[in-house]
């Protein structure tokens, strides 16, 4: 019976193990893709996220086959956040993504602060594959 109960309790320890291994092995790097409707016009937006110990960086296309640097960005519990700060037509905008990793998709709400506006949308880009 104590033998019994010695290997059912070393199960339940290396079935635990196994699933924090698999909670922090969660990582953000990759390149991630969703749609947004501007104007009643869909365009594609991507994003290389690359996460380096706990530091989360990244970029997003510019103008002129250029990149921009993501700001304030952060990975923690599972969670992704970063900001993107645009210029366009003399007008500065900035957009804050945050969203829940769950595999190759993030969930979450884009807030976009424009002439002191903001306007909040969904947020839902799947990872490309390699």
Same mark, same amino acid.
């Given at each position: 019976?104590?033998?019994?109960?010695?290997?059912?309790?070393?199960? /339940?320890l /290396?079935?635990?193990?196994?699933?924090?291994?698999?909670?922090?092995?969660?990582?953000?790097?990759?390149?991630?893709?969703?749609? /947004?409707?501007?104007?009643?016009?869909?365009?594609?937006?991507?994003?290389?996220?690359?996460?380096?110990?706990?530091?989360?960086?990244?970029?997003?296309?510019?103008?002129?086959?250029?990149?921009?640097?993501i700001?304030?960005?952060?990975?923690?519990?599972?969670?992704?956040?970063?900001?993107?700060?645009?210029?366009?037509?003399?007008?500065?905008? /900035?957009?804050?993504y945050?969203?829940?990793?769950?595999?190759?998709?993030?969930?979450?709400?884009?807030?976009?602060?424009?002439?002191?506006?903001?306007?909040?949308?969904?947020?839902?880009?799947?990872?490309?594959?390699?």
């Amino acid at each position: 019976m104590r033998r019994r109960n010695f290997i059912s309790l070393s199960l /339940v320890l /290396v079935c635990m193990v196994s699933l924090c291994q698999a909670a922090d092995s969660a990582d953000p790097t990759g390149t991630w893709k969703w749609k /947004v409707s501007i104007n009643n016009q869909d365009r594609e937006m991507s994003a290389k996220l690359k996460l380096d110990g706990d530091k989360l960086t990244g970029t997003v296309p510019g103008p002129d086959n250029t990149e921009i640097k993501i700001t304030d960005a952060t990975f923690k519990d599972g969670e992704v956040a970063f900001t993107v700060s645009r210029e366009r037509d003399g007008q500065k905008f /900035v957009v804050k993504y945050k969203g829940k990793l769950d595999g190759d998709t993030i969930k979450g709400k884009a807030d976009v602060e424009r002439n002191g506006t903001t306007m909040t949308r969904d947020w839902e880009p799947k990872r490309e594959k390699k």
